[in-house]
Every structure is written in C-alpha cells, then in structure tokens.
C-alpha cells in the first residue's frame, strides 16, 4: 500500500465526509422538537465548548499515534452523533450527539491537515497541499450541495431515515483513509522527535514566538469562526422568510455551500496573496453579507442568495488560504496540536457569537441578530488587516534603516 493515489483517495475521503442528509434541516429539526431560539443557540453553544474543550488533546494525541486510524475513530464518533439525535429527540439528546459530533471533528482538526502534508513533503511536492487540499475542501461542499438538495426533501416525510443515513457517510468517509493511506514520516524539528517537550508546549512556544504564525492563527480564528457561525443559521434564516418549503431550504442551502466549494477549489490560484489583502477582501466580503441582510426577503429573497453565494465562495477562499499559509508557517513537529490550538481558540470565538445570536433573536429575529453579526466582522476584519500592514510597515523600516 502506498501514496501513490492520494489526490483521488483524498477527495473520496473528503465527499463522504460531508454527504450528510440531516446538515440543511438539523436546527430546523430541533426548533420543530420544541426548542426555544435561546435554546438552539445554547445546543450551539455545547458544540462549541465541547470541540473547544477536546480540540487540543485530540492534536496532542494525533502527534503521537497512528493518524489513519485515529481519523477512523473520529468518523465513528461523528456518526454517533446522528445515532444519538435518533434515539433521543429532546434537549439532553441533542446536547449528547452535539458532544459526540464535537469529538469527531475534534479529532478530524489538525489530523487531517499533517497527515496530508506530511504525505505530500514525502512524495517531495509539499506545494501541493493548497491544491490537493482545497480540491478536497470543493469535494466536501459538492456533497454538501448534494446532502442538502436531498436532505430537505426527505425531511419532508420524516427526520428518522435522514439521521440513520446522516450516520452512514462519516463511517465510509474513515474507511477510505484506513484502507488507503499509508502513514508518512512526521516532518518538524528534532525536538519532538526525541520526545524533550510536549507537542502543546512546543505549540505555544511557536505560536508565541512567531509574529507571522500568531497573525494567521488570529486570522484564521475570526473569519472562519464568522462563517462557521453564520452558515449553521441559515435553516432558520430563510424559515423565518416563510416563503421556502423545507425541501426549497435545502436546495437554497446547498447552493450556497456548494459556492464555498467552488471557492475552496480554486483558491490555490491566489496562493501568493498577502495577508493584508486577504483582510481587505474580507472587508468587502462581509459588506456584501450585510447588504444581503438588509434586503432580506426583497424580491423573493433572490438578493439575500446572490450574496450569501458571493459571500460563502470568497469565504471558502479564505480559509484554503489560511490554512496553507498556516501549515507552511510551522516549523516544528507539532503539525496538529498548533493547527487544533487554532481551532481551539475558533471554538471560543464561536460560543461568544452563538450566545449572541441567541440574545438577539429571542429579542427581535434571526434576520437582526445577523446583520449586528456582520456589522462586528466588517470592523473586525478591518482591524486585521491593519495589524498586517503596521507589521509590514514595521520590517520596510527597519530594512530602509
């Protein structure tokens, strides 16, 4: 067994991953169960903090185990997730399969990341990972768009079948990676290797002491956690319109999520663009989101679309950038601690906004809360890609001097 096929075992991997039914109607499914708006978001909330509270021991662990099998384990337990809501429609249900999903993608985060590029630096073309892993990240959201034009129809006559087959995805996704790939030498310094520190000390020291490093983990921990955030409201945003059926909501849901795709599949192509241009196009980015709020059900919701397409494809740009930016950055073998330090501090980011997008929307709507959203991103965003160009002023200073 070798890497040979990796590029085509990759993306199989990465569209099962996402070919899950219940993703365009799971918030719409709960609120349908009795939950409050205070309550969604507080279900939000547990996923949130249980992924913060796993995400760096699962990255300790995947420096330091087998990483094909510890993605398997994940998949089972991110298919436990659905198993859980099945069983147990209520409150106390959902929070359990929320904390099993959280474990999954836990484990997921940063092991995916360095047991791809570790391949790739292997085979000698570690170049490649924006390409392969932004194809793999358009893979993901061509079976979302297919999970979503499914999952709302099939919702229509029932949530029972679309979580037994929501669980059945994830399980074949980690069985491709066990099968398939061969697990690669880690690449890093030789610290880790001896085993003298732990990789989350080595994590902090090189987040710490890296000023480019702490830039794109900052960054990276903003605009990602902003679109995770806004993308798991959607369902109830265009409910709250009250002119999609819940089969419409999931075909409008994949359409904008298969945008993302197209911008993760084609994001290596702007590979060399600065940090400092990727927060000005954020800027604008979350301008357009805002426009798209405000005109809210105009002419049949057909703008608030256009722009969440626009919005989610530059997003998923963003976060290829990101990622490849951030993967090439470290230095040490502590590949997936630092990327799930990174993931840890989203979590954190994300509990904050699910908490108020819930306040909000219990006092007004759904429509409101996002809109004050993406009015704290556009300044946000702004203010990063200030530091970047203070930074960059800095060094042309110190050059000239």
Not at 44 to 72: H, K, M, Q, T
Not at 267 to 279: D, E, Q, T, V
Request: aromatic letters at 10%; proline letters at 3%.
């Amino acid at each position: 067994m070798t890497n040979r096929f990796i590029e085509p075992v990759w993306l199989a991997h990465a569209f099962f991953e996402e070919l899950v039914l219940v993703y365009p109607v799971y918030a719409i499914m709960m609120l349908d169960q009795g939950m409050t708006e205070m309550q969604l978001s507080t279900l939000f909330v547990i996923w949130a903090v249980a992924a913060f509270v796993l995400e760096i021991p699962s990255g300790i662990v995947a420096d330091r185990v087998n990483r094909r099998r510890y993605l398997f384990v994940g998949s089972l337990a991110g298919a436990g997730g659905f198993l859980v809501w099945w069983l147990w429609p209520g409150f106390w249900g959902f929070a359990g399969g929320f904390v099993f999903w959280s474990l999954g993608g836990a484990i997921r985060s940063g092991t995916q990341q360095s047991l791809l590029h570790d391949v790739l630096v292997a085979q000698g073309r570690p170049e490649a990972f924006a390409r392969i892993y932004g194809r793999g990240k358009g893979a993901s959201s061509a079976a979302v768009l297919i999970a979503m034009g499914l999952g709302g129809y099939a919702a229509e006559h029932g949530y029972d079948q679309v979580l037994l087959l929501s669980a059945l995805a994830p399980i074949l996704s980690g069985l491709l990676v066990v099968v398939f790939i061969r697990e690669p030498a880690r690449t890093g310094g030789p610290e880790e290797a001896e085993g003298v520190e732990s990789p989350l000390r080595v994590a902090v020291r090189s987040i710490a002491g890296q000023p480019r490093l702490r830039l794109i983990a900052l960054m990276f921990i903003a605009f990602l956690g902003l679109s995770g955030v806004v993308d798991e409201y959607l369902g109830p945003l265009f409910r709250e319109m009250q002119i999609f059926s819940l089969g419409v909501i999931g075909l409008l849901y994949g359409l904008v999520l298969g945008c993302r795709g197209l911008g993760t599949s084609f994001a290596h192509r702007f590979g060399s663009m600065p940090l400092r241009r990727i927060g000005h196009v954020t800027v604008l980015n979350h301008g357009l989101l805002l426009a798209g709020l405000l005109l809210g059900p105009t002419d049949e919701g057909i703008w608030l679309v256009l722009l969440l397409c626009v919005y989610f494809a530059v997003m998923g740009g963003v976060e290829v950038l990101l990622e490849a930016n951030l993967q090439a950055s470290i230095e040490v073998s502590a590949r997936a601690t630092i990327t799930s330090v990174a993931g840890a501090g989203l979590e954190v980011w994300a509990t904050g906004l699910f908490l108020l997008i819930g306040a909000l929307a219990t006092r007004h709507d759904w429509s409101s809360a996002l809109t004050v959203v993406a009015m704290m991103a556009m300044v946000l965003s702004l203010v990063l890609a200030g530091l970047d160009a203070s930074k960059a002023g800095r060094h042309d200073h110190q050059g000239a001097a």
